[in-house]
């Protein structure tokens, strides 16, 4: 379902004045329904290939292919059924929320871009299973702690029902106990929708836990 091949990437390295290697000739496939798992020290650049293959940074060699169609060069407007299709919950979760929008508008706000939508019911029951108190969307992003946005971040995703979700980290921000029963619902929708997954964390139970397979880096190389 998607494939990266070769994907190799550079960051300008201020201190030194060069470019400095962040990915090199990074491959994996990802099969529909499948959990992966993405593992590797702080700063081997697993954030960097996520947002690759999202398409919300560039490489500068290499391939990304969605289902069959190679969309590393595709234009924005024609990422549609990709953007549509392929969600992320970011360790940055905070950077995806527009700050002047209220949290209500801002989850449902995706829907209504792909013409989708979702009983008050469904939305209700997602809010409640990530232990989130209704009230809290009539706030803006600011106003919440890391974890609440995390969370709602994760129901924002979960709403869409994406054929695959890239998680970064996505429970760094929870207690033990929350965090579980997060876990918990990511589990059972990715077995209810048949969604594939694309975990990323650094806690070895957890993937061992979430998935099929892992895939380690290290030094911007996936391991063989
Ligand atoms: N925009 C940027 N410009 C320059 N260097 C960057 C940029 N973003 C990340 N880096 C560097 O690229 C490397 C990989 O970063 P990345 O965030 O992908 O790592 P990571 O594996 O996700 O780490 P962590 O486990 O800590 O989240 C790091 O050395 C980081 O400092
Ligand atoms: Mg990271």
Not at 139 to 159: D, F, N, T, W
């Amino acid at each position: 379902m998607l494939e990266a091949v070769d994907i190799s990437k550079k960051y300008f390295d201020r201190s030194s004045g060069k470019q400095r290697s962040v990915l090199q000739n990074c491959s994996l496939q990802i099969q529909a329904g499948e959990a992966v798992g993405l593992m590797g020290t702080s700063g081997c650049g697993k954030s960097t290939l996520a947002r690759v293959l999202l398409r919300l940074q560039p490489c500068d060699a290499g391939q990304i292919i969605f289902q069959t169609q190679d969309i590393t060069l595709l234009p924005q407007k024609k990422l549609q059924t990709f953007r549509r299709n392929v969600q992320f919950i970011s360790q940055r979760p905070e950077n995806f929320f527009d700050p002047l929008l209220k949290l209500r508008q801002s989850l449902l706000e995706p829907l209504k871009i792909f013409s989708l939508s979702a009983a008050d019911a469904e939305l209700e029951s997602i809010l409640a299973t990530v232990k989130l108190n209704p009230a809290l969307l009539d706030r803006y992003p600011h106003q919440v702690s890391g974890g609440e946005i995390q969370r709602l971040s994760i129901a924002r995703a979960l709403l869409l029902k994406p054929k695959l979700l890239i998680l970064d980290e996505p429970t760094s921000m929870l207690d033990v106990s929350v965090q579980a029963q997060i876990l918990q619902l990511l589990q059972s929708i990715r077995q209810q929708e048949q969604m594939a997954f694309l975990f990323i964390s650094h806690d070895n139970a957890i993937i061992n836990h979430m998935c099929d397979r892992t895939i380690t880096m290290s030094d911007g190389k996936i391991n063989h």
